[in-house]
């Protein structure tokens, strides 16, 4: 059994992380609010871009239609760009979207497809290393700023670059959706070819200045970059949702251990009275 000074240390120890957890929780909660603030206002953005998108695909087809769009009639080389944050202590979060990575990525090798893969965030890159390491084609820090254009544009470029020199069939993303503070939900969506998506409605007709295979030539790479932005914007709202919960739960489990240890300190240190106050009643009545 451990003595008291050796559980009054351990307590101390103990005391110390709860510190420490407590103080993540509340900076998590400051920034999840202006983190979800920001996902939340990029959402519009790229529903709107993807419904003109889906408009001006209506009217564009056959051989005049983008490579983006109309995609190059085969599927066997794909990329994966997989998604997660630099940091850790976020409970799942990050799991959850290497878990689904892992499975997509092995779907699409049991297919026979040749896959390469992109990572942003280190979590993806170290939880994706030992099994597929040798499938990477590059690496991205998220960083500790909110992401912005800046961040996601050598990503965009690098991917486009490379769809257009031949080197891919299919882009597909796979992030995290933020959903609530206890709900972040991984989501695969295919980048490249541009998947259209309609409402089941009659479209609106617009006239469009200039042609739509201007437009859309235009419009298809800023796409890439929107959805990359909402992605890693989505990411850090979830992580930040994460990482409040997950040491909200460390805090309380910390108090709880503190409360079991002490109890169990004090109840060594009363058995090592009485055994003392015995051995000097024994000795006394022996004299």
């Known amino acids: 059994m451990a003595s008291v000074k050796e559980m ?16 993540l929780q509340m900076v998590a ?26 408009n001006l695909a209506a009217g564009v087809s056959g051989p005049s239609a983008p490579l ?14 997989v998604a997660t944050s630099d940091r850790g202590l976020a409970g799942g979060f990050n799991g959850a979207i290497i878990r689904a990575a892992r499975e997509k990525i092995a779907a699409l090798i ?28 590059e690496t991205y820090e998220v960083g500790l700023k909110a992401p912005s254009l800046a961040l996601v544009k050598p990503i965009a470029a690098k991917v486009l670059d490379a ?5 891919y069939d299919v882009v597909t993303l796979i992030h995290s959706s933020f959903k609530s503070v206890v709900a972040q939900v ?16 009659p479209a609106p007709f617009y006239e469009y200045e200039p042609d739509e295979d201007t437009i859309l030539a235009a419009l298809l790479p800023q796409n890439i970059r ?28 910390a108090g709880e251990m503190i409360k079991a240890l002490t109890i169990q300190m004090n109840r060594t240190r009363q058995a090592q009275i009485t055994k003392e106050l015995i051995e000097i009643i024994s000795g006394a009545a022996a004299v």
Request: glycine share 10%; proline share 2%.
């Open 8 to 23: 009054r240390t351990r307590i101390g120890s103990v005391k110390s992380t709860q510190k420490i957890t407590k103080a």
């Open 29 to 54: 909660a400051a920034k999840l609010r202006r983190a979800q603030q920001a996902a939340e206002a990029a959402r519009p953005y790229a529903r709107g871009m993807q419904s003109v998108i889906a």
């Open 68 to 81: 983006l769009l109309a995609g190059t009639g085969s599927d066997k080389r794909q990329l994966v760009i």
């Open 110 to 137: 049991a297919q026979g497809k040749e896959v390469a893969i992109i990572t942003i965030g280190r979590k993806a890159r170290d939880g994706l290393r030992r099994a597929y390491g040798n499938r990477f084609v």
């Open 163 to 167: 769809y257009m020199a031949g080197q």
């Open 186 to 201: 991984p989501r695969t969506v295919q980048l490249i070819p541009a998947q259209v998506e309609k409402d089941g409605g």
């Open 226 to 253: 929107v959805q990359l932005l909402t992605a890693l914007l989505e990411n850090q709202a979830g992580f930040f949702a994460a990482q409040m919960t997950a040491m909200d739960n460390a805090t309380r489990n």
